[in-house]
């Protein structure tokens, strides 16, 4: 039985929301893909940011893009928090997720609305160094303390479980000797700026199908 088709036969253009609690310099390679014409079929409609001081809400109003600080502590309960998430990517007409540094688990009532439709990018080579505490410096000293000859980053799409779900891309980096958490953290973040952007275009390209939960890219 095939999967979600919708990924091969995508719509005029993908309508793209970012979550992102950081800085979004994955959310500003992304933008530049795009408006550099490298990624077509595909526009950036929405950011969220469960942080009311991301760097990434200011580079998303920089570019004029809606932008919106929704956090879990805004709200009573968690059905009332995902609710405000699907309605807000439904008023922007959004029909693909890419989280950017987003530093909460997606809920499975908004993974389940976006199935196979939102991914993550992950600064390890998953199914190493993922899962839950798994994030940002964390990854790289666990990398150097494994000794590990190579590191690198993943991009795969989002599921109910921590850092599991089907891989899209992976690119990888050697460790140096001489590495600190630091400086492997550099290395493998300009991997991320180049795999992120490529995978979204695989995407709106229409060039990736899901059959019995394999994950298949078409010859391009």
């Not at 992304?30 to 942080?51: C, M, T, Y």
């Not at 989002?158 to 779900?165: A, E, F, L, N």
């Amino acid at each position: 039985m095939e999967g979600n088709l919708s990924l091969l036969t995508v719509p005029d253009k993908l309508n793209i929301a970012i979550f992102a609690s950081g800085n979004g310099s994955n959310f500003r390679a992304i933008h530049e893909a795009i408006s550099g014409g490298k990624i077509r079929n595909a526009q950036i409609a929405l950011v969220i940011s469960n942080n009311s001081d991301a760097g990434a809400l200011e580079i998303a109003r920089g570019f004029k893009i809606p932008a919106v600080h929704i956090s879990r502590t805004q709200y009573k309960s968690d059905d009332e928090f995902n609710a405000t998430l699907i309605g807000a990517l439904a008023k922007h007409h959004i029909n693909f997720i890419a989280l950017a540094g987003y530093m909460k688990k997606i809920d499975v009532s908004v993974v389940g609305a976006f199935r196979n439709r939102i991914v993550n990018i992950h600064p390890a080579l998953l199914p190493k160094f993922g899962g839950e505490g798994m994030y940002g410096m964390k990854v790289h000293e666990a990398v150097i303390a494994a000794k590990e000859k190579l590191s690198g980053a993943t991009v795969h799409i989002v599921d109910d479980q921590y850092d599991h779900g089907m891989i899209v891309l992976q690119k990888t980096v050697a460790v140096e000797p001489t590495d600190t958490a630091e400086t492997l953290a550099a290395r493998v973040l300009n991997i991320e700026h180049e795999i992120y952007p490529e995978a979204i275009h695989l995407f709106a390209e229409g060039n990736i199908k899901i059959i019995d939960q394999k994950l298949i890219i078409n010859n391009v």
